[in-house]
């Protein structure tokens, strides 16, 4: 079945960076987008961007671009998702989900389990 | 930036019909997606391109869609669809992708 597992959860300073996994089975890796999506604290869903696995291409929403770069690694199935400049505001929950698309739209399903980052002094 | 409205919670008892609406300019245009949200786990979705179904969602669980709102409904709701509920969707152009707020389901 269709799997994204995600690294463990981490704790880290301001002004520090995080780089979170998500590894994929179950499906072919370059033939679905992978997004990225996080979620503060008692707070609603918010999307970060999406990553093609096939050619490296990337889309950021544009509250995080300059801070977010989506990467991929083919051999292993599995991408990945590094935030900088973090601040207590980026303490969240972050998601990896395929991309499903279909008649020109897309949608997220599965989704990993999440990955819970913590920014704290 | 564009944006999706949803009641923050909404309540029923066990066996009452649930609805939980989303509105958005764009929907007209574009489809509502709706993913359910355990406490404590990842979401999951369970309506697509506005009334379809995946595989291994209850049948009590539907939605529809006319002018700048769509529903989700879920008829003979249980205690264990208690869950936040979250439309999702883009703007006409598909170049924001936008959740709604979420809506808390309370089924007691």
């Known amino acids: 079945q269709v799997q994204l597992v995600q690294s463990g959860a981490e704790v880290k300073k301001p002004g520090a960076s995080v780089k979170v996994s998500c590894k994929t089975s179950g499906y072919m890796f370059i033939g679905y987008f992978v997004h990225w999506v996080r979620q503060a604290p008692g707070q609603g869903l918010e999307w970060m961007g999406w990553i093609n696995p096939n050619s490296g291409g990337t889309n950021y929403a544009q509250r995080f671009q300059g801070r977010v770069t989506m990467t991929r690694d083919t051999s292993i199935s599995t991408s990945y998702m590094e935030l900088s400049g973090l601040t207590p505001d980026d303490t969240a929950v972050y998601y990896c989900?395929?991309?499903?698309?279909?008649?020109?739209?897309?949608?997220?399903?599965?989704w990993g389990q999440g990955t819970l980052v913590t920014v704290s002094s | 930036s564009y944006e999706l409205t949803q009641p923050p919670s909404v309540s029923v008892s066990p066996g009452q019909t649930a609805r939980i609406t989303c509105s958005g300019d764009?929907?007209?245009?574009?489809?509502a997606y709706w993913y359910q949200q355990k406490s404590g786990q990842a979401p999951v979705l369970v309506i697509y391109e506005d009334s379809r179904r995946p595989s291994g969602i209850p049948e009590r669980f539907s939605g529809s869609s006319s002018g700048t709102m769509a529903t989700l409904t879920i008829s003979g709701a249980q205690v264990e669809d208690e869950a936040d509920y979250y439309c999702y969707s883009t703007d006409s152009n598909g170049d924001h992708r936008v959740f709604g707020g979420g809506t808390k389901l309370t089924v007691l």
């Open positions: 989900a395929r991309d499903i698309n279909n008649n020109n739209e897309d949608w997220f399903d599965p």
């Open positions: 764009a929907l007209p245009k574009k489809f």
